[in-house]
């Protein structure tokens, strides 16, 4: 599986975003998906996941409310849209796939990954 992720950028605090990743190669509705993010100086961190099937869902605490997670197998595409952005926010955000997750915030189950695009929430 090859992961291409886009739609980062610069926005304002409270501003929005909607961040995309394609998915190519193998069977993109048989895996699990995940956002994941890392800021400067920080250690890569969960952010939302999505099982296969697209019926459970699973959020970091501090996205609660604010990010939504979705996938469209149609168009083998996972998305992150984020709302109410805050400066801690600022960070790399990466898409990653696996196959049947057992820990699904865990990024050492994840086996493949995206390039990564980068969101900076100015203050």
């Known amino acids: 599986v090859q992961l291409q992720a886009s739609g980062g950028g610069l926005v304002q605090a409270g501003g929005s975003l909607r961040l995309s990743c394609v998915a190519s190669?193998?069977?993109?509705?048989?895996?699990?998906m995940g956002w994941f993010r890392q800021a400067p100086g920080k250690e890569r961190e969960f952010v939302a996941a999505?099982?296969?099937?697209?019926?459970?869902?699973y959020y970091a605490d501090f996205v609660k409310g604010r990010f939504t997670i979705s996938r469209d197998s149609a168009k083998n595409t996972v998305y992150l849209q984020m709302n109410s952005l805050k400066p801690e926010d600022t960070a790399v955000y990466y898409c990653?796939?696996?196959?049947?997750?057992?820990?699904?915030?865990?990024?050492?189950?994840?086996?493949?990954w995206g390039q990564g695009t980068q969101v900076t929430v100015s203050s």
């Open positions: 990653a796939a696996d196959y049947g997750a057992t820990i699904i915030g865990n990024r050492a189950e994840y086996d493949y």
């Open positions: 999505i099982r296969w099937s697209g019926y459970r869902i």
């Open positions: 190669g193998r069977a993109f509705s048989s895996y699990d």
